[in-house]
């Protein structure tokens, strides 16, 4: 069976990009012990979560639980519900995390499973997968990010990265943020250019001989033309809403240089994947300095007037602190919605 196309984003308020979770409940109700399931397909704003705020949606679900009972007829509201269960998959497929909370136990646990997809149509499951997943009681940032191979949100691997050079300036520093993702910082361009050749990393080392890996400036990552956007300057998780001011001022006293090494094939595996699961046809032509998608199109003919250049898909990553694959899926999703008049 083909792979079936799941939104991950939706358009909030103002249009900003708001990402979907799931939430089961369990529920018994508390006049004849009548026992059913309650699912929410609800979404949270995209740019800013983190592990907390997902922590805090999963101690707030059970307020969603609100039916009347099949078997007599009462009203069953949150003091009804027994578990929780909130599932959030990873726009770039680097795994899915779910949270487990037993209210009668008062317990909460996770589990990780990596490169997996968020499977909506999956049964409701209240129990860790001890097989299958990294089986947490507490977990943070350090631990999710062995598991999967990045952070949670990348904004905050940044500002840590640039706030600790400064701290430390001797001898620059790099760090690999997410797959396809690479960072170095030094006080000026000549010297973190120096710092990338330097860099004893296979697989950054591999990515850069192959031509794969684009070079953006943190501080000049402003995409100038993005298909989906006529104002990029004030896209929604740009670079001024989440760099602190203390750091801007480095940048803006050039005493702080930051470069992105960030990978086109993941951008463009993502937005090919994307595009084909929502039955869209487009052509890719590649030119010497960029890779464009043109001719998105839905089966039923509809076209998308813009053609999407690769580059300003990896500077909207840079500029709102998210993997190229997170760039690309959010992109394409937003030409899917537009096209298919959901957006
Ligand atoms: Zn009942």
New binding site residues.
Partial sequence: MAEPFVFHFQRGPGGEPEVMYMVDLDCA?Q??G?VQYQRFYHSTPFHTLSLDVLDELAERAHLKAGYD?E??G?EVGPDAARRVALTYGFADDAGVIRVFIDRLEETLRYDLQVRRRLDPQAMPVWQPDHEKAAVYDELDEDELEEVFGRPFNIKWAWIDLLEDYLEDPDGGAYSRLSPGLWAVVEHDEESADQLAEEVDEDEFYDALDSGDLAVIPLHDSLPVALATHDHPERISGRLESWLTSALARSFKKEVLWADAYISRKKAIETMERTLTTARLTYTLHETEADVFFSEITTPTGAVYGRGVAVSAVLRRAVHTGLTPGEAARLTAEEIVGILLQLW
């Fill in positions: 109700c006049v004849c009548h009972c078997n007599c009462t």
